[in-house]
């Protein structure tokens, strides 16, 4: 391909990469057959459960999904506060039907930040459900588990503790939450938004045996803190 690209993803029959302002899809021989410049600092991608499209979203509060069959964008819209940072990431429900998206903005009259995860149907792109938006927990990241209807996410509590969830998907009911969670596990999460290599990750926990999965899921990660 001979482009360097800040995220990569491949599913088999499609694989996209994104250099931040371009995405470049290819089939499955590595051919190029479609590329899109819709957004800047587009450095989070993900494919649907169907393999059929895909998501992708900017660090300047947007969010495309395209469509894979006939290569085109479906829609592009905003979320969160445009005045605020887009740093965090989004998943996409097992059942294709939500797409769950962190937002972060600052409270001013607080002077802290606050984050929640705000849940948007695939099907007119409308805002559905806002979640954590109250809550002691702040998410940074999600995914969404191997269970159909459970998401995990990776956080803060009180104090800037790191915790890690396992919740119900549609809604913010927390069914378990580990404490345990290290710190250098969140920043390793939080990094991968931003782009780190392996080898730039090395060099700042060069024994961290994290990094033998960069892609680590959140329910491995989930697993490692329940055993410590």
């Not at 506060?81 to 937002?103: E, F, R, T």
């Amino acid at each position: 391909m001979g482009k360097s690209f800040w995220t990569y993803i491949s599913n088999g029959k499609h694989s996209i990469g994104s250099t931040g302002g371009m995405i470049y899809v290819y089939d499955e021989k590595d051919m190029e057959i479609a590329n899109f410049k819709d957004m800047n600092y587009a450095y989070d991608l993900t494919f649907f459960p169907d393999g059929e499209r895909f998501v992708s979203r900017s660090n300047e509060g947007l969010i495309a999904v395209y469509d894979l069959l006939n290569l085109r964008l479906i829609k592009k819209f905003r979320y969160g506060k445009a005045k605020d940072p887009h740093d965090q990431n989004l998943c996409v429900s097992a059942d294709g039907k939500y797409i769950y998206v962190v937002v972060y903005t600052f409270d001013e009259k607080k002077n802290a930040p606050n984050c929640w995860i705000d849940v948007y149907e695939t099907e007119n792109f409308s805002l559905v459900e806002t979640l954590f938006k109250e809550s002691e927990i702040h998410p940074y990241y999600i995914e969404w588990g191997e269970e159909n209807d459970v998401f995990y996410l990776l956080g803060s509590a009180k104090r800037g503790r790191s915790v890690i969830a396992r919740c119900k998907g549609g809604c913010a009911d927390v069914l378990s939450v580990s404490q345990n969670m290290e710190r250098r596990y969140h920043n390793i999460k939080c990094w991968q938004l931003s782009g780190f290599t392996p080898k730039q990750r090395e060099w700042i926990y060069p024994k961290d045996e994290v990094l033998e999965r960069l892609d680590a899921p959140l329910t491995e990660l989930w697993v490692k803190a329940n055993l410590q």
